[in-house]
């Protein structure tokens, strides 16, 4: 395993905002990353990780349709019984999380929920979702057992973006969320006859969770939570245990929402960036009726995924959004100030950095975003001891 002690190296980069009502950043940045980093192991095209809270082992997605799992003591393992996915483009295999309140030393009959992208008639595909049991014969070998298709989007169309198919449950347990990528359609994500451009709330089983904004609608309408996304990458509960997610914006415009329910998030009628043929977009604050980010960047960071963290390793940044970024590569450190966000600080690394997560241990865990074999370094940042 390679050490490296980034702190001589790791800088932090000025930042350039588009939003409306969003706080810059300036006289609290730091100019060296309070970590060491260490490569615990290499995957190819990785795109998403979870943590099993009680054995520390730790699952990884990689985009082509494969699963690997690495233990807690560093031996790395298989997984089989994975849907066929469609891959090329943004599509292929995608998010994976630990189904909450499970137990036991071993990952054997684990519950996982995984998304994937499928193919269609036609020419084409979407989003699906997948709920199993992890039966493991051995440690290191793994199969997912039931599989389930619980969820897809609807409508099924042309192209390979978009997808966004990140997971995750509410802090109770009962409701899992799934963001649904307007597919680069644009127009989908403001007809609430289709799931396109939204986040859903389902339970457990896929069903259309009750109480939800349109509960009283046909399905696919009946499972929307909010409506006028894009491309949410991120979906993650604060410490209060409110939603967010974070979104890809087009020229510029990248975004960090409060999700709330019933709300419209405005693409394509509104955004911080501009069409990628020049082609202007009305700004958020021409249109208050519609939600407006907590914070945006134009020039964009190309976000991965993020976090809030709550572990003990790095005190000072409890509470705080940490988020994968891949334009100018690195981790970009932001704070929660009411329904609103001020970036802190900015880590920069070699590589582009698909995907973060929190160990049970608080330690910080980063997937490289690896085009070749084995070119996708998983790495564990520890903070540096004074």
Not at 19 to 48: H, L, R, V
Not at 172 to 182: A, K, N, T
């Amino acid at each position: 395993m390679l050490i490296r002690n980034v702190l001589a190296t790791l800088s932090l980069l000025p930042l350039s905002l588009a939003s409306c009502g969003a706080a810059a950043t300036g006289d609290k940045a730091q100019s060296k990353g309070p970590f060491t980093i260490e490569e615990m192991g290499q995957f190819e095209e990785p795109w998403a990780m979870d943590f099993d809270e009680e054995s520390g082992a730790l699952l990884v997605t990689e985009k082509a349709g494969t699963m690997r799992l690495r233990l807690a003591d560093g031996r790395l393992g298989s997984v089989t019984g994975l849907p066929k996915v469609d891959y090329g483009g943004q599509g292929g295999f995608g998010d994976v999380i630990f189904a909450p309140g499970q137990s036991g030393p071993t990952l054997d009959g684990r519950i996982v929920y995984l998304s994937w992208v499928e193919a269609g008639k036609g020419n084409t595909r979407g989003a699906a979702v997948g709920k199993a049991r992890l039966s493991c014969q051995e440690e290191t070998a793994c199969a997912l057992d039931g599989l389930k298709v619980i969820w897809r989007q609807s409508i099924k169309v042309t192209g390979r973006g978009h997808f966004s198919h990140r997971l995750a449950f509410s802090p109770d347990g009962q409701h899992l969320f799934v963001s649904s990528g307007e597919r680069q359609k644009l127009t989908p994500a403001q007809d609430l006859g289709n799931n396109l451009g939204s986040i859903v709330r389902l339970l457990p089983d896929g069903s259309p969770a009750p109480g939800n904004p349109w509960a009283n609608k046909p399905a696919p309408t009946n499972q929307i939570w909010s409506y006028g996304h894009r491309n949410v990458l991120g979906l993650a509960f604060d410490p209060q245990g409110r939603l967010w997610d974070l979104e890809h914006g087009p020229a510029g415009g990248d975004e960090l929402n409060l999700v709330e329910p019933g709300r419209n998030y405005g693409w394509p009628l509104v955004s911080n960036g501009d069409h990628y043929d020049g082609r202007p977009i009305p700004r958020h604050e021409t249109r208050p009726d519609l939600a407006a980010p907590a914070i945006s960047w134009n020039p964009v960071i190309a976000p991965g995924d993020f976090i809030f963290y709550t572990g003990e390793a790095f005190p000072a940044w409890q509470g705080q959004a940490l988020i994968a970024a891949m334009v100018d590569p690195g981790i970009v450190r932001v704070r929660i100030d009411g329904d609103k966000a001020i970036e802190e600080a900015r880590y920069s690394f070699e590589k582009r950095i698909r995907e973060i997560e929190q160990a049970p241990d608080g330690t910080i865990w980063l997937l490289e975003d690896g085009e070749q074999r084995n070119s996708g370094k998983l790495l564990k940042l520890t903070p540096v001891r004074e």
